[in-house]
């Protein structure tokens, strides 16, 4: 489905940074039913490990699509990727996001 993301205002997910070194940034990100990361793009390669799962909605410039993420199953995302990552389920979704550096 296309649309366009205008600037919404909603309630901020919580990201806690766990590791941060040359080589890696790993940082958990905790939503709560509404919350978003806010539009940003990524400037490295990715890993996301799904800690609690749950639907979340991503929303870009270009599309809006919904995943359903399942504890421990992890997945690869390359850098350039640009959109705001919200909780569109009724409970706490949570995922540890391992950057690569390089």
């Not at 766990?18 to 990100?29: A, G, L, P």
Request: glycine share 8%; charged share 25%.
């Amino acid at each position: 489905m296309k649309c366009k993301v205008a600037a919404v205002s909603r309630p901020q997910a919580t990201s806690t940074v766990q590791v941060d070194n040359e080589r890696v940034r790993v940082t958990e990100w905790r939503f709560a039913p509404g919350e978003a990361t806010g539009l940003h793009r990524h400037e490295f390669d990715y890993v996301i490990v799904p800690v609690l799962g749950g639907t979340l909605r991503l929303e870009s410039s270009e599309t809006t699509a919904e995943a359903e993420l399942v504890a421990g199953r992890s997945y690869f995302r390359e850098a350039g990727v640009e959109h705001d990552v919200v909780n569109a389920g009724d409970a706490e979704v949570a995922y540890v996001e391992v950057e690569l550096k390089g």
